[in-house]
Nanobody, 115 residues
Framework: QVRLVESGGGLVQAGGSLRLSCVASGRIFSINSMGWYRQAPGKQRELVAAINRGGGTNYADSVQGRFTISRDNAKNSVYLQMNSLKPEDTTVYYC?????????WGQGTQVTVSS
């Protein structure tokens, strides 16, 4: 089984920054990509950012230029640096791992941006 543990969420004022971290552990054979999703109440879960094994990245239009995703393959970790945060970024953020054995999700971490 694969376990993902997120950290770094919290409360910040608009314009501020937060850095989310996610560490994967367990029976990890090969990771194709890792990423971050978010889901507001009553809405579908949406992709925020993803990074593949080669370092290629993909961002939602709403966070392009403000968020940066990175990963440390040796530590099976992925990070999300979030700058210029807006109140509409407030929600739960989930780490995800896509590997040859399946797709796994973390428990989520709350990000709250006050205006």
């Amino acid at each position: 089984q694969v376990r993902l543990v997120e950290s770094g969420g919290g409360l910040v004022q608009a314009g501020g920054s937060l850095r989310l971290s996610c560490v994967a552990s367990g029976r990890i054979f090969s990771i194709n990509s890792m990423g971050w999703y978010r889901q507001a109440p009553g809405k579908q879960r949406e992709l925020v950012a993803a990074i593949n094994r080669g370092g290629g990245t993909n961002y939602a239009d709403s966070v392009q230029g403000r968020f940066t995703i990175s990963r440390d393959n040796a530590k099976n970790s992925v990070y999300l640096q979030m700058n210029s945060l807006k109140p509409e970024d407030t929600t739960v953020y989930y780490c995800t791992l896509h590997g040859v054995s399946g797709t796994y999700w973390g428990q989520g971490t709350q990000v709250t941006v006050s205006s």
